[in-house]
């Protein structure tokens, strides 16, 4: 079985704007707790993903390239809004953090994330990284679908 253990930051700078984003847009089939069925287009790939419950920083993950037109066919069978972003990858200290700027109805929320080979593994926070929000589930992908960003009514902590 594949883990995903991964760590996630509210982003407080603008040290990271270094690189060309690329466009994501996915949406999610089934967004149960237990698990989420999540399509995808990250620039011209196209990707189905089944993610298991999260415990501590890790859950099972199974991801499949599937043909760029199925993906965008299966867009259109998504449950809820998409959710749309400019993923941006930046190297600090030997690791690759992943930083999500959201679009849309999610706009103004910037998330930095990081994977790692086990949850006690050594992190050096680059100086744009803020608030750790590691399995705080409003920030899922999943449920930014279903309650967007805009509609918190208030900024994030």
């Known amino acids: ?17 270094s690189t060309t984003p ?3 847009c996915q949406g999610y089939l089934n967004r149960d707790k237990h698990r989420t069925v999540r399509v995808r287009v990250a620039g011209e790939h196209g990707f189905l993903t089944v993610k298991g ?20 066919a299966l867009l259109t069978l998504c449950d809820g809004p998409l959710v749309e972003k400019l993923r941006h990858v930046v190297e600090h200290k030997g690791m690759c953090w ?8 999610n706009e103004g929320l910037i998330v930095a994330e990081i994977e790692l080979e086990s949850e006690a593994q050594e992190l050096a926070l680059p100086d744009w990284v803020g608030a750790e929000i590691t399995g705080e ?5 999943s449920n930014l679908a279903a309650v967007p960003y805009k509609h918190w009514g208030h900024p994030a902590e």
């Open 1 to 17: 079985m594949a883990t995903e253990i991964e760590r996630k930051f509210l982003v407080t700078g603008d040290g990271w704007q």
């Open 22 to 24: 690329t466009y994501y």
């Open 53 to 72: 419950i999260t415990t501590g920083a890790s859950r099972a993950e199974f991801e499949y390239g599937i043909p760029l037109d199925d993906a965008k």
């Open 98 to 105: 992943e930083i999500d700027a959201f679009l849309g109805d």
């Open 137 to 141: 589930a409003r920030y899922y992908n």
